[in-house]
Every structure is written in structure tokens, then in C-alpha cells.
């Protein structure tokens, strides 16, 4: 039974930053490849970030490339979002996982989800 919750969002103003964790348990944390997601009202949930295994490479979707950080911390087993520079359009609630990526080049999640944590960027 593998339990993901999140914590650390909240409101912010646009142009300021939040830091959101991820801490995993009842898997082998280090054995895989972590992810954020996201889901914004309305509309469906989507990939936002990843980290490798050991956090040697990371990948994000363009809309965050340079604004956010993804990182991790295996001796902890969680998983961090360090997000700056946020934008109204980043509104949404925030969810960690375990991800891959599909055959349809997509990534993922491997675990049913947590209970998420709400971001919400003020204009």
C-alpha cells in the first residue's frame, strides 16, 4: 500500500514562489522515477515534471521549463517542487506520483493519487 501526501501549497501572488513535498511511503522510494502533476478546474490532470531515480536528469513540460525545480531526497523518501515566478495559470491542485513514460510518449503515474495540495496564484 503505497501512501503519497502532499503539502506546501497555499495562495501566492503572482511572481512569488512556493515550495511543495511530496513524502512517500510503502514502496522502495529510490527504485523510481517521481512526478508532478497537475489538475486545474475543469480541465484534466497533466504532467508538469519529473525526476530520475537517483535525480540525475529531470524533464518538465514547457510551460514550467525554467520557472520550476524538481528534486528529491531518497534518505527521505519525498520529493520536492520548488516553484517560482508563478503565474495565475499555474492555479491548480498539485499532486506527486511514481511516473513512466508510455508507449505514446505521455508520462504516467504508476500509484493511485493522494489527496493533492492546492495551489492557487493570485493575479
Known amino acids: 500500500q503505497v501512501q503519497l501526501v502532499e503539502s506546501g501549497g497555499g495562495l501566492v501572488q503572482a511572481g512569488g514562489s512556493l515550495r511543495l513535498s511530496c513524502t512517500v511511503s510503502?514502496?522502495?522510494?529510490?527504485?523510481?522515477?517521481m512526478g508532478w502533476f497537475r489538475q486545474a478546474p475543469g480541465k484534466e490532470r497533466e504532467f508538469v515534471a519529473q525526476?530520475?531515480?537517483?535525480?540525475?536528469?529531470?524533464y518538465y513540460v514547457d510551460s514550467v521549463e525554467g520557472r520550476f525545480t524538481i528534486s528529491r531526497d531518497n534518505a527521505k523518501n519525498t520529493v520536492y517542487l520548488q516553484m517560482n515566478s508563478l503565474k495565475p495559470e499555474d492555479t491548480a491542485v498539485y499532486y506527486c506520483n511514481a511516473a513512466f513514460m508510455g508507449s505514446d510518449y505521455e508520462w504516467k503515474a504508476v500509484f493511485s493519487w493522494g489527496q493533492g495540495t492546492q495551489v492557487t496564484v493570485s493575479s
Open positions: 525526476v530520475s531515480w537517483n535525480g540525475g536528469t529531470t
Open positions: 510503502g514502496r522502495t522510494f529510490s527504485s523510481y522515477s
